[in-house]
Structures are given as C-alpha cells and as structure tokens.
C-alpha cells in the first residue's frame, strides 16, 4: 500500500514540475506574461519599486516569475525523487500537504484555470498519498 503513496507522490511531483517547466519557458521564451498594453511594459521597464532604485518593475516581475517557476519545479523534483524522506519524516510531509494546499489557494485567488486544475489534481494525489501512509 505504501508503494501506492510513492506513486502518488510522483504522479505530483511531475504535475507541479512540469507547471515550473512551462511556466518558466513562458517566462524566459513567449510574450505571454507581457502586459498587452505596450505602454505598460514600456512603464514596468523605466519605473522602480518602492524598495529598491536597484531594478525596474519589469526586472522585478520576471524575477518572481522565474522565481515562482523554479520553486514549483524543485517542489516537483523532492516529490518525485525523496520518497523515503516523506515516508520517514512527519514534519516534511506535512508541510508538502500545506505547500501543496497553498498553491490551490495561490491559483484560485491569482491564476488561472489551468495551474488551478493542476495544482488540485496534484494536491488530491498528495492528500490520497499522505492518507495511506498514516492509515495503509
């Protein structure tokens, strides 16, 4: 039964890796998180935030994108590839059904439908996971 949970475990993993995997080539090679306003963009690029005169809110923007991306990967890779760890450790599999829980929360209230259904699907097959190895 706990094989099952393992599976489980990697089915998310891939799901929330491949999310990052998407996400962060649309960041890096489309258009597609550009504003569709061109002036906006020109905007983002000359003004800084409030925090820093160090970067634009362009600069800022594609680092948290290609930061968002590369935590959903590596969230991805320890689901797939740490296994023994969520068996062994109370602590860490919890706070994967928290962070997994979270980005249901983060697509619903900020993203869209696709990363909604994804990080559900993913979050279900981490909840299911969980259940067998405390119950299984």
């Given at each position: 039964m706990k094989e099952i949970a393992t599976y489980l475990f990697?089915?998310?993993g891939t799901?929330?890796?491949a999310l990052g995997a998407i996400?962060?080539?649309y960041t890096f090679y489309t258009r597609r998180f550009n504003p569709e306003v061109?002036?906006?963009m020109a905007q983002m690029k000359a003004i800084s935030p409030r925090i820093s005169k160090g970067t634009t809110v362009w600069?800022?923007?594609m680092g948290f994108n290609a930061s968002h991306?590369?935590?959903?990967?590596f969230f991805g890779f320890v689901l797939v590839y740490l296994p023994a760890a969520l068996d062994e450790s109370a602590i860490f599999t919890t706070a994967t059904v928290i962070n997994s829980l979270y980005y249901v929360?983060?697509?619903r209230t900020y993203w869209f439908r696709i990363p909604l259904i994804g990080t559900a699907?993913?979050?279900?097959?981490v909840l299911i996971a969980l259940l067998i190895q405390v119950f299984g």
């Open positions: 990697a089915a998310a799901i929330y890796f996400h962060w080539w061109p002036e906006l600069k800022a923007w991306s590369t935590g959903a990967m929360w983060l697509a699907v993913a979050a279900v097959f």
